[in-house]
């Protein structure tokens, strides 16, 4: 079993920036492709940024491209986002996963083990 808990969260002014944090136990982490994805109220969850299991390849929604950075430390277990010139848009609620392989994109179905969200909140 993997557990995922993100922190870095929180209320930031438009424009600001954030650095998610998603701290993986598990011995599966550093073979296993990383994604953040993101849920805003009423709507359905989103895939933000995925990276490969070395980090070679990146991939991000057209709506980050440019703003956010995914990266990750394999002898921490830990993946990150990094999110720059944030908009009002950006507010959700955002979760990281780990996927069945080593290398995904933004398909939901690609990701089995799931972090319980932290909030981010963007004010304009």
């Known amino acids: 079993q993997v557990l995922l808990v993100e922190s870095g969260g929180g209320l930031v002014q438009a424009g600001g920036s954030l650095r998610l944090s998603c701290a993986a136990s598990g011995r599966t982490f550093s073979s296993a492709a990383m994604g953040w994805f993101r849920q805003a109220s009423g709507k359905e969850r989103e895939f933000v940024a995925a990276?490969?299991?070395?980090?070679?390849?990146?991939y991000y929604a057209d709506s980050v491209k440019g703003r956010f950075t995914i990266s990750r430390d394999n002898a921490k277990n830990t993946v990150y986002l990094l999110m720059n010139s944030l908009k009002p848009e950006d507010t959700a609620v955002y979760y990281c996963?780990?996927?069945?392989?080593?290398?995904?994109?933004?398909?939901?179905?690609?990701?089995?083990?799931w972090g319980q969200g932290t909030q981010v909140t963007v004010s304009s």
């Open positions: 990276i490969s299991w070395s980090g070679g390849s990146a």
């Open positions: 996963a780990q996927a069945y392989v080593s290398q995904a994109g933004g398909g939901i179905n690609d990701y089995r083990y």
